[in-house]
């Protein structure tokens, strides 16, 4: 598939990019090649295929949020290289 300079100025646009003269003909040919590749896996011969892998009747199962009472915290934080009100300790992660 061909692809002008004006697609490729107007999709920069819309991307608010600031594409320079010596990039312009890069992005073109990416471009293309990504077309290019999208029509062969649209023309995949595909009719007489009985089986779709991936697909699966997945779905969220919800449960309820129940409280639980862990019995031996004395074991847990031995693994714990600080610990501070018999929890773990670890280093700030948020200003």
Do not use: C
């Not at 300079?5 to 312009?24: F, Q, R, V, Y």
């Not at 073109?28 to 023309?43: E, P, T």
């Amino acid at each position: 598939m061909k692809v002008s300079k004006e697609e490729i100025l107007h999709i920069a646009n819309l991307a608010h990019l600031n594409l320079e003269d010596n990039e312009i003909e890069s992005y073109i040919l990416n471009l293309q090649d990504i077309l290019n590749f999208a029509n062969i896996v649209n023309s995949a011969p595909v009719e007489e295929l009985d089986i779709t892998i991936g697909s699966n009747e997945a779905k969220n199962v919800f449960r309820k949020d129940e409280i639980k009472v862990f019995e031996d915290n004395k074991s847990l934080l031995q693994n714990a290289p600080e610990q501070e009100q018999n929890m773990f300790k670890i280093p700030k992660v948020i200003n």
